[in-house]
């Protein structure tokens, strides 16, 4: 039984991935610090091959001491500060984990010297606002908020292990997620948490800037697939083509959700609030390396993915599963 490493697994991303790795039987041992954003019930309770320490990446002495004792053939480095908004706010603890968070965790490997791969999970925010069709893998970095900045950083720093420790590791850029799990202070779980309050939803701008969506079990079956055939010391591009504004996806919640719950009798009402600073217009991913070489594609229809996220949605809110309520003051203003 393969023995694998997830950074962050009681967050969204990581919490859907130990699901398919463990369908998969792969042993798990999961590393997190435990933030706002995490939540011990996104992993089922009944779970098997597994190990869960409370523990951040920061602590390197930690990771090299499981890293001996599991001796684990993969690490999937899910753990990060990932809200915007809150990066604007205060960078501090951006820097924290997704610089010198990789820096811990990329010397750990080193120490420890035997062969691990090491898949970073990263965003495309780290590419910047585009004008042009998509970005590609050798597309210069061009970070617009602290936090693409620190993502982006981290990416850097990977390099700089790989070329010169020859450090084996994968770096990955993805678009937007959607799906179960996720924290409601992100768009889609803040739309359909406002529409089951009757409250109004709030977009920035004039909600005409265009994200790419991908369902997180597609993302997560990506990554398994780039860390059993992706070649060491190459970046992957994981993108849907699915592209859509702001203001558009939101329709078309409100859409799904009126014929999901046919009692809507409200009128469900959306205002536009300021714009952050340094909001990107438009991002967009050429995948073409991943479907071309790695023969991966997406699986989950965006239309039926998006109804299956509200039926989850509504469910867990009207069961309380978010019980940190931190997200409320927040809520609808990362996009």
Not at 318 to 328: G, P, T, V, Y
Request: glycine letters at 6%.
């Amino acid at each position: 039984m393969k023995k694998v490493i997830v950074t962050g697994g009681l967050g969204f991303i990581g919490s859907n991935l130990i699901k398919i790795l463990n369908q998969k039987k792969f042993f798990i041992i999961n590393i997190d610090k435990v933030s706002y954003a995490s939540n011990k019930k996104n992993i089922p309770t009944n779970i098997q091959n597994y190990k869960f320490y409370k523990e951040n990446i920061n602590n390197k002495n930690f990771i090299i001491r499981i890293l001996q004792k599991y001796k684990p053939s993969l690490i999937f480095n899910l753990a990060a500060e990932t809200h915007v908004d809150k990066s604007i706010d205060g960078p501090k603890s951006f820097i924290n984990s997704n610089i010198l968070g990789v820096f811990n965790l990329l010397e750990a490997i080193r120490i420890y010297k035997k062969k691990i791969k090491l898949i970073n999970v990263s965003t495309d925010e780290v590419y910047g606002d585009i004008n042009k069709l998509s970005s590609k893998e050798n597309d210069a970095y061009n970070p617009s908020s602290p936090y693409s900045a620190s993502k982006a950083s981290g990416d850097l720093l990977i390099k700089s292990y790989i070329r010169t420790y020859n450090l084996p590791a994968v770096i990955t850029n993805c678009c937007n997620n959607y799906g179960p799990n996720q924290y409601p202070e992100k768009l889609i779980p803040t739309i359909i948490y406002k529409i089951t309050r009757n409250e109004t939803i709030p977009i920035y701008g004039n909600g005409k800037n265009v994200r790419e969506w991908i369902h997180v079990n597609d993302h997560c079956e990506a990554l398994i697939k780039i860390a059993i055939n992706g070649k060491i010391g190459e970046s992957y591009n994981i993108g849907s083509g699915v592209k859509i504004q702001n203001i558009e996806l939101m329709n078309k919640i409100i859409s799904i959700f009126k014929k999901i719950n046919t009692n809507q009798k409200n009128k469900i009402n959306f205002h536009f609030v300021k714009d952050r600073p340094g909001h990107d217009f438009r991002y967009s991913l050429n995948s073409s390396k991943l479907k071309t070489e790695l023969k991966w594609k997406c699986k989950i229809n965006f239309n039926e993915g998006l109804k299956d996220t509200i039926n989850w949605y509504i469910d867990k809110f009207n069961k309380n599963f978010f019980e940190n309520k931190d997200f409320k003051n927040r809520i609808g203003l990362n996009i």
